[in-house]
C-alpha cells in the first residue's frame, strides 16, 4: 500500500482523488494549501504526490521543488497553466514525472501515478461478480415497488460513520427480488415520528432476506455473497457542497457512485465520464411510480394495476409501458426529469454527509443517461430558488468575476443570449445592483443566472477593495 500525498486547493475534488486512490488499496492524505503540504515534508514521508500548480497560497512549482530533496515522486496538474509548455517546465525544471492538464480522466491520473512514480503493486479485490450486480439491481428496483402507505414502516437508522475505504470484504446474502416483502422486527424499529416518511432498505446492504421455503420443505440455505464496495465517509455537506460535488465529478471525468445522506434520507447518484446517467432515493415520493403520478402521466387507479405487474419482478418503468401509459421515449424524458428533481432538492442541504463509492451501475435494460451538470446546476436554480432566497444570496453589493480555474468551458454551457452577456458583464468591476441595471433579464433571472454561474464555478466574489473610481456605464 502506498502513501500518497494530493495537494490540491478544491476540497471536493481533493476528497474524490483520495477516496479513488483508497479504492486503488493506497493510504491517500490530502491538503489544500502550499504550506501545509510543505509542513509534512520529510525524507520518504509519502511514496507519491499530485500538486496542483495553482495553490492559494505559494506556487506548486514551489512544492514540486521542495518534493524531489525528499525523495517524494509527484505527478503535476493544472487547469490554468496548460500546454506544452508548462508541461516541459514543469517536468525539466521542477522535477515532475508527469503532467496533467484539468480535466482529466481520474482513473488515467492515478494510473499515471503508479506507473511513473514506481508505486508498489498492489493486490486488487477481484471486480464485483455478476451476482453483485445483480444484488445492487435489486436495491435500485426495491425502490420502485408501491407499497400501500399503511403497510410501510420505517427501518432503523443507518450508522452515521460507515468503515472507510478501503476496508475487509464482509459476507452479505441476497437482497431482496421484487415481489419479496420487506418486514423488519419491531423490536429492530425506532419509535416512529409523529408524521413518518417512508424509507426503504436502500444503503443497509448487508442487511439479509431470503424467500420464504416452501410449504414442508426444509429452511433454505444462507447463500453467501461476496461484498458490494464500502462507503467511504469522505465530508460533511455545507452550503453548496453538493453542486461543488458535482463539479468535482465532473473536472475528473470520474464513474462510479456518490452518496448524500442526511439524517435517515439517502440519496446516491451514479455517474460515467463525470456525468450523472442515474439517481435513486430512499423518500416513497421520490420513487418513479410516485414521480409519474405527480406528472399525471398515470392515474392512481392505473398506479395499482402498475404494481400488482411490478410484483411479477417488472420494473415500474416497463409496467407503465406495457400498460400504455408511457412510450419509450417519454419514459427517457420522466427518468430525466425524475433523476434532476432528486438532485436539486439536495441543492439546498446545508448538513449532512458525502461519500463515494467505486461501484459503477451495471443496471441491465436501465434508460440511457448524461446529464451535463452545468445545465443541470443553471436550471436547477431556475426552477427550485425563491426570489426571497435569491435577493439573499446574491446581495446588491456582491462583486462577481470570473474564475481562473472553472470546472466548464463556456463553449459547453447553454446560455441564452442575456445570459451570455450577463455573464459578459461580470467582470469584477460591477455590483450585482449594477448588473441588474444593465441586463434585460427580470430580476429572478439574473439572480438565478448569477447563482447558477456561481455554484457552477464559472463566477466567485471579488473580496478585493473595489476602486473609488465611480463607474457609470454610459448611463
Not at 453548496?240 to 463539479?247: D, F, G, S, Y
Not at 408511457?326 to 427517457?332: K, S
Not at 426529469?337 to 467505486?358: A, D, R
Request: net charge negative; glycine share 6%.
Amino acid at each position: 500500500m502506498a502513501r500518497l500525498l494530493i495537494i490540491e486547493d478544491n476540497p471536493e475534488l481533493a476528497s474524490l482523488m483520495v477516496a479513488a486512490a483508497q479504492s486503488r488499496g493506497h493510504h491517500a492524505q490530502a491538503v489544500h494549501t502550499g504550506e501545509a503540504a510543505l509542513a509534512l515534508l520529510r525524507p520518504r514521508a509519502f511514496d507519491a504526490a499530485v500538486v496542483d500548480l495553482l495553490l492559494p497560497d505559494i506556487r506548486g512549482s514551489e512544492v514540486l521543488t521542495a518534493l524531489v530533496p525528499n525523495d517524494i515522486p509527484a505527478i503535476a496538474i493544472s487547469g490554468v497553466f496548460k500546454g506544452d509548455r508548462f508541461a516541459q517546465e514543469a517536468v525539466h525544471v521542477h522535477g515532475a514525472r508527469a503532467f496533467f492538464e484539468k480535466p482529466f480522466e481520474l482513473d488515467a491520473l492515478l494510473d499515471a501515478l503508479e506507473q511513473k512514480c514506481g508505486l508498489p503493486s498492489v493486490a486488487l479485490p477481484p471486480p464485483p461478480p455478476p451476482e453483485a450486480h445483480e444484488a445492487e439491481e435489486a436495491v435500485l428496483d426495491l425502490m420502485d415497488l408501491l407499497v400501500p402507505e399503511d403497510e410501510v414502516e420505517e427501518l432503523p437508522a443507518l450508522a452515521e460513520t460507515p468503515p472507510p475505504l478501503p476496508s475487509r470484504p464482509r459476507e452479505i446474502t441476497s437482497l431482496p427480488q421484487p415481489d419479496e416483502a420487506v418486514e423488519p422486527s419491531a423490536s429492530a424499529l425506532p419509535e416512529a415520528p409523529p408524521e413518518p416518511e417512508i424509507f426503504l432498505p436502500f444503503g443497509e446492504r448487508e442487511k439479509v432476506w431470503t424467500k420464504p421455503p416452501p410449504a414442508e420443505a426444509a429452511p433454505a440455505p444462507r447463500v453467501r455473497r461476496r461484498t458490494l464496495p464500502d462507503w467511504s465517509l469522505e465530508g460533511e455537506i455545507k452550503e453548496a457542497t453538493v453542486p461543488r460535488l458535482l463539479n468535482a465529478y465532473y473536472e475528473a471525468r470520474h464513474n462510479g457512485e456518490l452518496k448524500l445522506k442526511q439524517g435517515q434520507v439517502l440519496k446516491v447518484v451514479y455517474f460515467e465520464g463525470g456525468r450523472p446517467v442515474y439517481a435513486a432515493s430512499n423518500l416513497a415520493h421520490e420513487r418513479f411510480g410516485r414521480f409519474s403520478l405527480r406528472r399525471g402521466v398515470v392515474t392512481p387507479e392505473g398506479l395499482q394495476a402498475v404494481a400488482a405487474l411490478a410484483k411479477e419482478n417488472v420494473r415500474t418503468g416497463e409496467a407503465l409501458i406495457r400498460l400504455g401509459f408511457l412510450d419509450a421515449e417519454r419514459h427517457r424524458q420522466l427518468v430525466e426529469e425524475q433523476v434532476k428533481e432528486i438532485l436539486w432538492s439536495t441543492f439546498g442541504w446545508t448538513e449532512g454527509n458525502y461519500g463515494f463509492s467505486p461501484m459503477r451501475l451495471q443496471r441491465s435494460g436501465r434508460v440511457k443517461l448524461s446529464i451535463f451538470p452545468g445545465d443541470l446546476l443553471l436550471e436547477g436554480v431556475l426552477k427550485m430558488e425563491t426570489l426571497v432566497t435569491l435577493r439573499q444570496k446574491m446581495a446588491a453589493p456582491r462583486r462577481l468575476f470570473p474564475t481562473a480555474n472553472p470546472p466548464y468551458a463556456l463553449h459547453e454551457l447553454r446560455l441564452s443570449g442575456p445570459q451570455a452577456m450577463l455573464l459578459a458583464y461580470s467582470d469584477g468591476s460591477k455590483t450585482v445592483d449594477d448588473l441588474l441595471t444593465l441586463t434585460d433579464l427580470s430580476e429572478r433571472e439574473t439572480l438565478a443566472t448569477l447563482r447558477g454561474l456561481e455554484l457552477m464555478g464559472i463566477l466567485e466574489e471579488r473580496r478585493e477593495e473595489p476602486s473609488r473610481r465611480r463607474i457609470t456605464f454610459g448611463l
